[in-house]
């Protein structure tokens, strides 16, 4: 046997089930509508300021001390003794196996 307080609370909550499940089918119902998408055609353009690049001297400078480390290395050692005459390649040059780098003069 229910009390009185309890069927109006049974009826208000069926009724708040009822009131959102109309209001689901509503906006179920609004998204599938085959009106035309405002998104489809993209956002609208915004106004822009348009300017030439211009090359210009620019007088902001910074230094900065840093150490610098390649990732690939090599160690270079002579096979036989002598002075070395002549130096055919420059630092951080890329070389190819066999090309000779320096010549030595064995006397």
């Given at each position: ?11 208000s909550s069926r009724g708040a089930s ?59 050692m002579p096979q036989v003794e002598g ?25």
């Open positions: 046997m229910r009390k009185a307080g309890q069927n109006a609370t049974h009826r009822l009131l959102a499940g109309l209001l689901l089918l509503i906006a179920i119902g609004a998204g599938c509508s085959k009106g035309p998408d405002p998104l489809a055609q993209g956002p609208t353009a915004m106004p822009v300021k348009v300017a030439v690049a211009q090359d210009v001297p620019v007088d902001d400078t910074t230094e900065y001390v840093a150490t610098l480390k390649s990732r690939d290395s090599a160690v270079v002075v070395v005459t002549e130096i055919y390649v420059h630092s951080g040059q890329q070389v190819a196996a066999g090309i000779p780098l320096m010549q030595i003069d064995p006397s």
